[in-house]
């Protein structure tokens, strides 16, 4: 099973914080309807896609 505790002073990969970064500057409720919801929402679905192909489950798990 993952083990997925890290302390707060573990660094973040590079490219990582880079997405990470530029999503936080694009912020919009991936609940609401309108066009920026919806980009939040396809953002979301294929994060979710990748974190459940690297850990080899289901999205909604």
């Known amino acids: 099973m993952p083990y997925f505790d890290h302390a707060a002073t573990?660094?973040?990969v590079p490219e990582?914080?880079?997405?990470f970064v530029e999503h936080l500057?694009?912020?919009?409720?991936?609940?609401?309807?309108?066009?920026?919801?919806?980009k939040a929402r396809a953002i979301v679905e294929?994060?979710?896609?990748?974190?459940?192909?690297?850990?080899?489950?289901h999205p909604s798990h």
Request: proline share 3%; no cysteine; glycine share 6%.
């Open 16 to 19: 990582v914080q880079k997405l």
């Open 25 to 38: 500057t694009q912020a919009a409720n991936p609940s609401s309807i309108h066009n920026s919801g919806r």
């Open 10 to 12: 573990t660094s973040m």
């Open 46 to 57: 294929v994060a979710r896609e990748q974190i459940g192909r690297a850990l080899k489950t």
